[in-house]
């Protein structure tokens, strides 16, 4: 079977792939991710490009790395209008964010993309839209209070697969999506490409 390695130290990816019966190594790409956005930030670049671009720059270069395997990158990015959000660096700056977010609808814009040999050989994007409710401010203290550090890993400063869930009045979108790591895509290319029975 092809070997598949993940350019991603994302503990959501791993489990998300691990779940789904899938075999990896992880080798990290070691992209400057801030840099780069900054960059595509000020090129106007659109947020799903910006997603894009940083999944193939980390599939690529590990694929340079990882002669014959399959090199899976993947990124996310969450913004709101022309605004783009990064992974919080503490507190104040996730309750920053989440204020920032609170009765609005944002954009998560979720990349992956495989290559192989420095080529790329699949990508897709995928989109979801995820409007917060109107919480108090007492809310939001609890609720840092309660997450931990664990929301410093995750851009927007929230995890809906947990206690961040109860900020949110609507989600549209696939859930996989929303995590990271759209699935099902993802599984039907590794199918074509024997790391998948068929």
């Given at each position: ?13 791993q489990h998300l792939l691990r779940e789904a019966g899938i075999a990896f190594v992880v080798e990290l790409s070691h992209v400057d991710e801030a840099s780069v956005i900054e960059s595509l930030v000020a090129e106007k670049a659109k947020p799903r490009d910006v997603a ?147």
């Amino acid at each position: 079977m092809m070997q598949l390695v993940l350019a991603s130290g994302s503990a959501t990816r791993q489990h998300l792939l691990r779940e789904a019966g899938i075999a990896f190594v992880v080798e990290l790409s070691h992209v400057d991710e801030a840099s780069v956005i900054e960059s595509l930030v000020a090129e106007k670049a659109k947020p799903r490009d910006v997603a894009d671009l940083l999944a193939e720059l980390k599939s690529v270069r590990v694929s340079n790395r990882c002669s014959g395997a399959l090199v899976l990158g993947g990124d996310q990015v969450l913004s709101l209008g022309a605004r783009i959000f990064q992974k919080p660096a503490g507190r104040a700056e996730a309750r920053e964010q989440l204020m920032t977010l609170r009765g609005h609808t944002h954009t998560l814009s979720t990349a992956v993309c495989v290559s192989r040999n420095g080529s790329v050989i699949w990508r897709e994007v995928r989109e979801a839209q995820l409007t917060m409710r109107n919480f108090s401010e007492g809310f939001l203290d609890s609720y840092l209070d309660h997450a931990g550090e664990d929301i410093l890993g995750s851009v927007g400063g929230y995890q809906v697969e947990k206690l961040g869930i109860q900020l949110f009045s609507r989600i549209d979108g696939d859930h996989f999506t929303i995590l990271g790591l759209p699935l099902l895509g993802l599984l039907g290319f590794l199918r074509t490409q024997g790391v998948l029975p068929e």
